[in-house]
């Protein structure tokens, strides 16, 4: 063999290498202790949330897993656990404006209930004890725990004054074309 070939040859492996530790080391920030499987800058809710890529990921809740229809990365970020909490809440309460809406379901609190035992969330309490309530059929407290919410991610419009009566309820429920947080 020439030192032509020789050279390009290790030139090659080099290069592989290097593009495998590169890959390797990238992909640590993920499992490091504390991080829980989150992508460092998740916190904001914004491009990191969806599956875009189409390339499977462990950490992506597809639709089959996430109740709510939508893929994300689990665990939640801060910011989509309190649109989900935030936008369930509507069905239950009165408000001026209202712009997301999810249907409160057993299975949707309990996704959620499932996300705080993998993560830890600045309010973690907070939700907690939101969900606890709901997931014990108890909205007596919706509007306090809308206006929880509505006031972490600094609400300007649309304060809950009142819990909806049943037949308002059902009205709201049936007049909601989609659901989106």
Same mark, same amino acid.
């Given at each position: 063999?020439?030192?032509?070939?020789?050279?390009?040859?290790?030139?090659?492996?080099?290069?592989?290498?290097?593009?495998?530790?590169?890959?390797?080391?990238?992909?640590?920030?993920?499992?490091?202790?504390? /991080?829980?499987?989150?992508?460092? *800058?998740?916190?904001? !809710?914004?491009?990191?949330? &969806?599956?875009? $890529?189409? =390339?499977?990921?462990? /950490?992506?809740?597809?639709?089959? *897993?996430?109740?709510? !229809?939508?893929?994300?990365? &689990?665990?939640? $970020?801060? =910011?989509?656990?309190?649109?989900?909490?935030?936008?369930?809440?509507?069905?239950?309460?009165?408000?001026?404006?209202?712009?997301?809406?999810?249907?409160?379901?057993?299975?949707?609190?309990?996704?959620?209930?499932?996300?705080?035992?993998?993560?830890?969330?600045?309010?973690?309490?907070?939700?907690?004890?939101?969900?606890?309530?709901?997931?014990?059929?108890?909205?007596?407290?919706?509007?306090?725990?809308?206006?929880?919410?509505?006031?972490?991610?600094?609400?300007?419009?649309?304060?809950?004054?009142?819990?909806?009566?049943?037949?308002?309820?059902?009205?709201?429920?049936?007049?909601?074309?989609?659901?989106?947080?």
């Amino acid at each position: 063999m020439s030192r032509k070939a020789v050279g390009i040859i290790i030139g090659s492996v080099l290069l592989l290498t290097a593009l495998g530790v590169y890959i390797a080391v990238g992909s640590l920030d993920r499992n490091l202790p504390g /991080n829980n499987g989150a992508v460092q *800058g998740s916190m904001d !809710g914004g491009a990191e949330q &969806t599956a875009a $890529s189409g =390339v499977k990921d462990d /950490n992506v809740a597809s639709e089959g *897993g996430n109740p709510f !229809g939508e893929k994300v990365k &689990t665990p939640l $970020s801060e =910011v989509l656990m309190q649109q989900y909490i935030h936008a369930m809440s509507h069905q239950k309460v009165q408000a001026k404006e209202k712009w997301s809406y999810f249907k409160i379901t057993d299975e949707r609190i309990d996704f959620l209930l499932s996300q705080l035992e993998i993560n830890k969330y600045e309010h973690e309490e907070t939700y907690k004890g939101i969900l606890t309530s709901w997931k014990d059929g108890d909205f007596s407290k919706a509007v306090s725990d809308h206006n929880k919410i509505w006031r972490l991610q600094d609400g300007t419009v649309g304060k809950a004054s009142g819990l909806l009566s049943p037949k308002a309820e059902e009205a709201y429920i049936d007049k909601q074309k989609t659901e989106k947080r």
